[in-house]
């Protein structure tokens, strides 16, 4: 057999193969994760009691009440809290490539679960949800330790826009499903996603390495590119978190806020939507997994686009870090915002709800240029810990988001009661960004590198 070798021009870059895999990743953990909110609507009997017309049969349906259905949603956010905080201590000790790996080859196993968990009772659904969040929650505490190692500085925002596959698996998952559902059963909505996983999980395990160091194939041109251009702010050595100066940095803290205020309006899109268009709109299965999938699929799209964006002014040094930053915050934050507001009060038609829902969502991709890059840019040698910290918290919208729901449609479940829910998602998105306008930095911090080194008071006056 007669091998032929590409053209150095034609070979794909090592780096760019990790970045796959990170949206890969990604994309496992949340097909995972969203499955369910679709999924439930064809498992659960109406709560309608002016209903006359019997429901679709794709399977057992189970009388779970709109509590219920929120504590069941909100499962999953209760166990990836919990591992989101230490994930990415596990990922800078022991390696972001295995412990990605075995937690979404658990995850899978037990998504292929739910459904003999669903003939036992509502609870042995919550702690299989748990459970794969918890397996979960390391994920993306373990890119980013990953995209530390591997992405050089005028790459970052194209890294972290490959972390938009968990945006691209909310994308498909949910029309997926509705097709699934419709023709197979409920049942079947869990058995592909976890045969799926297993499949991406086996494709992690050749592909990824945890540090160019330790990429078998990758080419000495490469690794000592990506090297040079990191230099002395990121290392592999095992270390404890600097949790003491996290406690009082400013920078850190609004971060947080900020992160927050993304995810509560990501969190609630996704435990929320299917359900508004299904039971408020009036959406089939199908029409409503399609739809709802639109705003995701906006984000993705301009994820992208502004994390190239924020590449290009990076490399033109048009402004510093901590200025672009915040100016990005705009559209990620103050923008979607607004448009929830417009919602809250001209919502009335089910296509006009759509459109603003996606418009609002895309806008919110910018969030790969403030947010889910900013603990690259304050702390490398310690991203995935601050990520994992700010992606725990982070997560509570999605345990508090069903909730709320819950709370203002218990009596009616119209275009009304949602009103409020949308000024809430409104203010969550607005004011971390007013937060961070004064107190956020994009300049690596001191505590970046505990040990005394000749280097360090340079690369914390460096202007990024």
Known sequence: MVFIKLPECFQIPKRFNIAVMLFMACLMSYVMRVNLSINIVAMVESTDANATEPLPDYGPRYNWSQSDQGLLLGAYFYGYMITSLPAGMLAENFGGKPVAGFSCLVAGVLTMLTPVAATWDKWAVFVLRFAIGFFTGVVYPCCH???????????????????????????????????????????????????????VVAIWFMVVADSPAKHKTIKPEERE???????????????????????VSMPFWSLMLLHYG???????????????????????????????????????????GFGSLADLIRRKEWLSVTRMRKIFCLPSHVIPGIFLVLLAFFGKDPYVCVAIMTISLGFNGAATASNLQNSQDLAPNYAGTLYGIINCVGTTPGIFSPMIVAHFTKDNNTIDEWHYIFLIGAAAYVIPALFYWIFGSGKIQKWNELNNTSSREEIVNTKL
Not at 162 to 175: C, E, K, Y
Not at 267 to 295: I, M, Q, R, W
């Open 225 to 247: 590119y990506i090297v040079k251009s990191l230099g002395e702010t990121v290392n592999d050595k095992k270390r404890w978190p600097p949790y003491k100066s996290l406690v």
């Open 262 to 304: 993304s995810m509560w309006g990501l969190f609630f899109l996704l435990t929320a939507t299917p359900k508004f268009l299904s039971e408020v709109l009036g959406f089939n299965l199908s029409s409503a997994g399609f739809l709802s999938s639109l705003p995701h699929l906006a984000r993705l799209i301009c994820a992208f």
């Open 145 to 199: 330790n990953l995209i530390s190692k591997w992405s050089p500085p005028d790459e970052k925002g194209k890294f972290v826009a490959s972390l938009m596959g968990g945006t691209f698996g909310t994308v498909i998952t949910w029309p997926i499903s509705g097709l699934i559902i419709e023709n197979m059963g409920w049942d079947w909505a869990f058995y592909i996603i976890g045969i799926f996983v297993l499949f």
